[in-house]
C-alpha cells in the first residue's frame, strides 16, 4: 500500500509559520489532486487545500491568505505553506491523494485513495 509522508509539524506561536512537505516515495502522483486535510481533538476531519494536476487550488474559507499549497513535478513533493496561524489551526495535518479530477468533491475525504499518517501542528496563543 502506497503511503504519503508528510513532515514540517511542530509547535509554534500564535503568529508564526509553518512548512508542511508531503513525499509520494515510490510512486509518481503527476496526474492526482494532491491536498491536505486536518483534524482538531474532538473534531471532524476538514478539507484545507488542494492543487489540482493542472495547477488549480482551492482553500478552506478560514484560511485563504494565509495557507498556500504547492507541488514541486520534479521531487514530487506537495507543500502546505501556513502563515499568520491562529491556535484554531491547531490540528493533525494529512496529505492525500486521488485520482479525481472533478472540481466539486475535492473536499471529500472519501474520494482520496492515498494518504499520509499525519503531522501535528500546535499553535499556541
Known amino acids: 500500500q502506497v503511503q504519503l509522508e508528510e513532515s514540517g509539524g511542530g509547535l509554534v506561536q500564535a503568529g508564526g509559520s509553518l512548512r508542511l512537505s508531503c513525499a509520494a516515495p515510490g510512486r509518481t502522483f503527476s496526474f492526482y489532486r494532491r491536498s491536505w486535510f486536518r483534524q482538531a481533538p474532538g473534531k471532524e476531519r476538514e478539507f484545507v487545500a488542494t492543487?489540482?494536476?493542472?495547477?488549480?487550488?482551492y482553500y478552506l474559507d478560514s484560511v485563504k491568505g494565509r495557507f498556500t499549497i504547492s507541488r514541486d513535478f520534479a521531487k514530487n513533493m506537495v507543500y502546505l505553506y501556513l502563515n499568520s496561524l491562529k491556535p484554531d489551526d491547531t490540528a493533525v495535518y494529512y496529505c492525500?491523494?486521488?485520482?479525481?479530477?472533478?472540481?466539486?468533491?475535492?473536499?471529500?475525504?472519501?474520494?482520496?485513495?492515498?494518504w499520509g499518517q499525519g503531522t501535528q501542528v500546535t499553535v499556541s496563543s
Open positions: 492525500a491523494a486521488s485520482r479525481g479530477t472533478s472540481t466539486s468533491d475535492f473536499q471529500r475525504g472519501d474520494e482520496y485513495e492515498y
Open positions: 492543487i489540482m494536476s493542472g495547477g488549480s487550488t
